[in-house]
């Protein structure tokens, strides 16, 4: 797909501070270092983080970016996505008060241009930290353009050609559309436009229900829009956890939120200023599609061919576990070369290009311990490897659960929809994989990352004290489970027997 103008709306005061941070009108490239350390192609999260690090120790660096600075995460990403769903978690615990004995009256009502405003002011705001000017002051040569590769050791950008001993590729990735006939002639939002929305759409069809997708349909309907969300698998959140993705389903579905799955969209008409999504059971009217439908890697554009660096136009750039590509100088990071499409990926990913391209290291991807989060209300977190992954692997697990309907601060709290489940290996107590549904899950998750990173066992974390009351007490329970597992019928036998003559 061609590259598209900049999706950046309304040209409000807080969308003009953010564009003068991270797109300044007038910004003159550099004049061209005779060679570079380390040229740098695209400056969202990966690519911010490579030339930062790279140029904090003491190496010359180049930075190419063709639309903004900050990449998806800042524009049109992890930072309004979460602004919206702080707003909409606002309006349901409104509405929900009344649980609670809070008396709100009735008709609690969503101000959406007003969420949408904030939104622009913190994005606006945040963008300081990933603007040209900052990176200009850190050292950083930041180039405004379209990077393309001359040679396996050249690049070019708004005609200046420069050399690099190391380059890093950091492209990221774009939403892909499915191809359902009429979809594109009736008009669709993205990740990069529904952040422009002006007006709450009264009826919005959300296709996908990935993370994306649940997020955003959450939210909208919370907002007031009346959501549709289609899924052509069976399930929504399909690489989740089972029960995981049946708490969220139900949660959406409380809601409001209509999801159908095993959906087969076969066109999309236009009828006036409707969107009719036409599928093999019903008609479904829409004012506004949004496609959460997965996303592609962006290695267009590039003239790969020419570096020598081979790709896939599904899997993205081929990168070894030193995160080379099959051009031994240059890495490539981030979402453009990662199954697993994260900020803290591309960031992690950023360090391991840092050591490995300038320092002769030898850090490995494989190595890293990767958690995600899906910030659903409640939200789904999870690290390691899945139930049916190990046993797909032929190694045996055992899993412990701990529900938050019997934790205590779940309860006062009014979210005991949820639980924490954690796999150890079979006959001991490494830590393998864990799931967490709670309203914060995304914060309790690291502790069990904390844990398999130093090789703490779940029998450890049964030590550790928790505060009382917490929802991360869940956690230690999960731990006392295991140890009570430790407890054979023969040493209970020995200490019932030394207790009887302790008597
Ligand atoms: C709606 C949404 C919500 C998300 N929420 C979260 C979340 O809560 N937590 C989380 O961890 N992740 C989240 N993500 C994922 C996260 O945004 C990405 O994983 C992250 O932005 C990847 O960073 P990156 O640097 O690899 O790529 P990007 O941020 O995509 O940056 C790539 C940059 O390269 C530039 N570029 C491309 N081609 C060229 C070229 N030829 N020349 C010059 N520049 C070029 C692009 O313009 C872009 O700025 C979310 C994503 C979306 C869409």
């Keep these: ?39 740098v192609i695209g400056a969202g999260t990966a690519g911010l983080v490579t030339a930062a690090g790279a140029a904090g120790l003491g190496a010359k660096v180049a930075l190419i970016e063709r639309d903004l600075m900050g990449g998806d995460c800042l524009n049109f990403g992890c930072v309004p996505s979460k602004a919206l769903i702080a707003a909409a978690r606002a309006a349901a615990s409104a509405r929900n008060a009344k649980r609670l004995g809070v008396i709100v009256p009735a008709g609690v009502r969503v101000d959406f241009p007003a969420v949408m405003a904030r939104m622009r002011t913190i994005r606006a705001d945040l963008a300081k930290l990933d603007s040209a000017a900052r990176f200009k002051s850190l050292g950083v040569d930041v180039f405004q353009g379209a990077a ?30 499915p191809p359902i006939p009429g979809l594109a002639e009736a008009g669709y939002l993205t990740n990069e436009t529904v952040f422009s929305l002006g007006e709450l759409p ?26 549709t969300m289609l899924e052509v698998a069976p399930q929504i959140l399909i690489r989740e956890d089972r029960d995981a993705a049946k708490l969220i389903e139900s949660a959406l579905n409380r809601d409001g939120v209509r999801i159908v799955t095993n959906c087969k969209i076969e066109r999309v008409e236009k009828r006036g200023s409707e969107k009719i999504l036409v599928t093999s059971a019903e008609e479904i009217v829409a004012d506004e599609i949004l496609i959460g439908a997965g996303r592609a890697p962006v290695v267009d554009g590039l003239n790969l061919e020419a570096a020598g660096v081979e790709y896939d136009p599904t899997a993205g750039v081929k990168v070894n576990d030193y995160l080379q590509t099959t051009n031994p100088n240059v890495y490539a990071i981030g979402d453009v070369a ?9 960031d992690e990913h950023a360090r391991i290009a840092i050591r490995n391209a300038l320092f002769f290291g030898r850090a490995k991807a494989s190595s890293l311990i990767i958690p995600w989060c899906t ?12 139930e049916h992954e190990v046993e797909k692997k032929g190694i045996k697990v055992k899993t412990f659960v701990q529900e938050l309907a019997e934790a205590d601060r779940a309860i ?92």
């Design 412 to 503: 006062l709290d009014g979210e005991t929809d949820g639980f924490v489940k954690v796999h150890v290996q079979d006959g001991s107590d490494k830590i393998l994989g864990a799931t967490i549904v709670a309203s914060h899950a995304g914060d309790l998750i690291s502790e069990i990352t904390t844990a398999m990173k130093a090789g703490l066992g779940l029998g450890s974390i049964a030590s550790v004290i928790h505060p009382y009351p917490t929802q991360a007490a869940a956690i230690k329970k999960v731990g006392d489970a295991y140890n009570r597992t430790r407890l054979t019928p023969f040493t209970k036998r020995l200490f019932e027997r030394l207790l009887a003559w302790r008597r």
């Design 338 to 346: 990662s199954p697993y499409k994260f900020t803290h990926v591309a």
């Design 202 to 227: 009264r009826r919005l069809v959300v296709i996908g229900a990935g993370p994306i997708g649940c997020e955003l349909a959450q939210t909208f309907q919370r907002f007031g829009s009346q959501v």
């Design 1 to 39: 797909m061609a590259h598209e103008a900049l999706a950046i709306a309304p040209l409000d005061e807080c969308n003009l501070k953010l564009l003068a941070s991270v797109r300044p009108d007038g910004w003159k490239n550099p004049t061209a270092a005779p060679r570079y350390n380390m040229v």
């Design 375 to 386: 910030y659903t209300d409640p939200e789904i977190a999870h690290v390691g490897t899945y």
């Design 148 to 177: 393309r590769f001359t040679g396996r050791d050249s690049i070019e950008v708004a005609g200046a050609k420069l050399r690099f001993a190391r380059a890093t590729i950091a492209t990221g990735a774009r939403a892909t559309a």
